[in-house]
Each structure stands twice: as structure tokens, then as C-alpha cells.
């Protein structure tokens, strides 16, 4: 596996555009399109929020059938806005649809930004011959700007690989910086690849990958109305099929979706902590991700990791509090390799030893429950004053 230079437009066979349509703001790019070259096999992951936006209700109706382009818009979610919300995403896509002379069912849409107000459909069909002439393979490199509401910079992520069926190239981009949270994918999240892989195995690998990476990060526990992840892969040749090529290929994904990760919470609205939660030993698996998510959502925890406050007491609550199996005596607790509880009694540290971890960009936290071999781990950020502030005036 070689790590590439950029992101999506590193992926034979897939043309990219995107347009200022001025949905919210003036002259940034808010609309954007990806076409494969030929129809994909789709994987998706949706949000488990009962008030799913238009968008996500469309894509989980059509997730099924073979895929000829997604559209994406920012600055709007399109989300609590009924049945005239769901209309107007079925007319953007079947416009489009009609543009690139494929199917309406074949066209995905996707959408982020505030909630409650509805699209300026006719406004954005009228870019849409804009954003068809325009497509290339190098507009590659736009999307992941296009994409963005209150991200910092644009992510993106791609790698090549070899198998015994020849070289491929997978790439990613995302957007999100708040209201993520586990349980589906957490934010918006697009992978396209130049390697056949049948629906089946598609969905298999992808569900199992989101799990532990875009399903491993939170910065506010906050599940957005609009998540989704979603995977292309050409359905022309002949899919990959042995166990060493699915494997070859599930390691070049989970390479490309935890990097997208990481970036997320690095880029997490106000934060100025990356912090991994590593909860070790516990009765099962299952626990181990209840104490991991617990801790890593903990805003007690994560103000305490903002102010560099070595407070154990509030992670050793939070792993008491989460459903987990957890036992006084027999917890211990660790910052990086500096051990602050120790079978339920207080650990003897150098406190500046330990003040030099907590002012790091990076640090791990390790859990250990002491009953068994479970482990899971989570990826949160911490919660400062800009946190607040920026979602204080995000309607603004």
C-alpha cells in the first residue's frame, strides 16, 4: 500500500465538479457533484435519527440500485422540512439524472448546514448545467472545500494498492467538526474506488470499517439529522473475490476512513485536544465500547482535558456510570504511561511529568477494568470557549 498526494481525483474513472449556487452565502462553493465513469455498486451508512433529513430518506431508498452520480449541497440540511423537502430532492436529482442521461432511482443526494429551511431548488437547478459542463477527473480536488460548513480545512485521503488481481486506488474526503457523535457514520463521508467489489462484500467491509473508525470518534455526542457515508466501486470487470484481495482491499479502506477520522476530530469545532480512549480488559467487547463511549462524551472529561486538569475522578464516573461492568478495585487509570489510579487507589505521579502530557496536541487515556479481555477504542477532542462560541452563532 503507497500513501498518494491528495484525494479523490488520485481515482481513475470518476469526474468531479462544484459551483457557487449560492444556497446561503455568496460566492463560496456550496454544490457539488461526483460521477463515475461507469454505474457503481453503493454501500451506505445513515443516520439512526429519527429525523432523518430528505436527503438521507432518498438515499436510503436508493442505496440499492446501481449508482450513477451523488450531489451534494452545503449550508443547507434540508432536514424538518416534510414533504415539500423530500419533492425538492427528487427534482435536483432527477434533473441531474437527466443531464447525464442516467436513471433518476441512480442519482444519491446528500445536503449539510442549518436545519429547518428549505432549498432554493429553483435556484440550484439553474447551476446545474454549470456543474455538469464542468465535470473532470482533477475538480477532484475541490470537493472536499465544497463540502464544508464550519470545518477549517478541507480532508481528504487516498492510497493505492496492489492485488492479485492488479494496482487500485481508493480516496476519501469528509466534512464535519460538530454534532459528532457514534452509531452510523457521524458526519458526511464519501469513498470512491477503482476496484470492483460486489455488493455484498461492499457492504460487508464497509459497515465493519465505519465501526471502528467513523464509529470511534465524538466531539460533542451530538447526532446530526444528515449523516451519511457512503462507498462507489465500478461495477464493470470482475470483482474482486479471494480472501487475500478483500483483505488487501478492507486494509487500504480502513487506512483511508481512519485518517478521515483523525482529521475530524483534529479539525473539531474549538478543540484543542485529540485524545484516545483506550479501554482495556474489560467482561467483553461490548462493555469496553459502553466505557469508552461514555468517557469519550463526558463533557465533564472533556472541559477537564481542555483545561489540562489530571482530574481521574471524572473518567472513573463516567466508566461507572455507562452500563459497563465496573468494579472500584479494580480499576486502573493512566495518562499515556503515567498511571493515576491504580486497583482503585490513587497512583503516585510527578505531577509535571503528568501536566507535560495533558499540554500535548495528541494523548492516549488508558482504562483498564481489570475483568476480563474485552477492549474497544474511542477518539474524542476536548471542549473549549470556542466551542460555545461557534455554535452559539451558527444560525447566524
Not at 463560496?28 to 445513515?46: E, H, K, Q, T, W
Not at 449523516?227 to 488487501?248: C, V, Y
Amino acid at each position: 500500500m503507497k500513501i498518494l498526494d491528495g484525494g479523490l481525483e488520485n481515482v481513475p474513472g470518476y469526474r468531479f465538479s462544484a459551483v457557487k449556487a449560492e444556497i446561503k452565502y455568496k460566492d463560496r462553493l456550496d454544490y457539488c457533484l461526483i460521477v463515475p465513469d461507469v454505474l457503481c455498486n453503493a454501500s451506505g451508512m445513515f443516520t439512526t435519527n429519527l429525523m432523518a433529513a430528505a436527503p438521507v430518506k432518498l438515499c436510503r431508498e436508493r442505496i440499492g440500485n446501481p449508482v450513477s452520480a451523488i450531489v451534494i449541497n452545503a449550508t443547507n440540511a434540508n432536514a424538518c422540512t416534510g414533504t415539500e423537502g423530500y419533492e425538492n430532492a427528487k427534482i435536483l436529482t432527477g434533473d441531474i439524472a437527466a443531464r447525464l442521461h442516467s436513471s433518476p432511482e441512480s442519482v444519491l443526494m446528500c445536503s449539510t448546514g442549518v436545519i429547518g429551511r428549505q432549498l432554493p431548488a429553483e435556484k440550484m437547478i439553474e447551476s446545474h448545467g454549470e456543474l455538469v459542463k464542468n465535470l473532470s477527473r482533477e475538480n477532484g480536488t475541490v470537493i472536499p472545500r465544497a463540502i464544508m460548513t464550519t470545518d477549517t480545512y478541507p480532508k481528504a485521503v487516498s492510497v493505492s494498492f496492489s492485488t492479485g488481481r492488479g494496482d487500485f486506488t481508493i480516496a476519501g474526503t469528509a466534512k464535519g467538526s460538530g454534532m459528532i457523535a457514534p452509531d452510523m457514520a457521524t458526519l458526511l463521508c464519501y469513498i470512491i474506488t477503482d476496484a470492483p467489489v460486489s455488493k455484498e462484500n461492499l457492504d460487508i467491509i464497509f459497515r465493519s470499517t465505519v465501526e471502528t473508525t467513523l464509529n470511534a470518534i465524538t466531539i460533542d455526542g451530538d447526532m446530526s439529522t444528515n449523516d451519511t457515508a457512503i462507498i462507489l466501486s465500478p461495477l464493470s470487470g470482475n470483482p474482486l473475490s479471494s480472501a487475500t484481495d478483500l483483505e488487501i482491499f478492507m486494509r487500504a479502506l480502513l487506512h483511508v476512513m481512519s485518517g478521515i477520522a483523525e482529521m475530524l476530530i483534529h479539525d473539531a469545532e474549538g478543540a484543542t485536544k485529540l485524545v484516545r480512549i483506550h479501554v482495556i480488559n474489560a467482561e467483553s467487547d461490548e462493555d469496553a465500547k459502553k466505557a469508552a463511549r461514555a468517557i469519550s462524551e463526558s463533557l465533564l472529561v472533556k472541559t477537564a482535558f481542555f483545561g489540562r486538569d489530571p482530574n481521574w475522578g471524572r473518567i472513573a464516573a463516567a466508566a461507572g456510570y455507562s452500563g459497563a461492568m465496573v468494579k472500584e478495585e479494580s480499576l486502573t487509570v493512566m495518562f499515556e504511561n503515567i498511571t493515576v489510579l491504580s486497583m482503585g487507589k490513587p497512583g503516585d505521579y510527578d505531577r509535571n511529568s503528568l501536566m507535560d502530557v495533558l499540554s500535548k496536541r495528541e494523548f492516549s487515556v488508558t482504562v483498564d477494568l481489570g475483568l476480563g479481555s474485552g477492549r474497544a477504542m474511542m477518539i474524542t477532542s476536548d471542549i473549549s470557549y470556542d466551542y460555545v462560541r461557534i455554535n452559539a452563532e451558527y444560525t447566524t
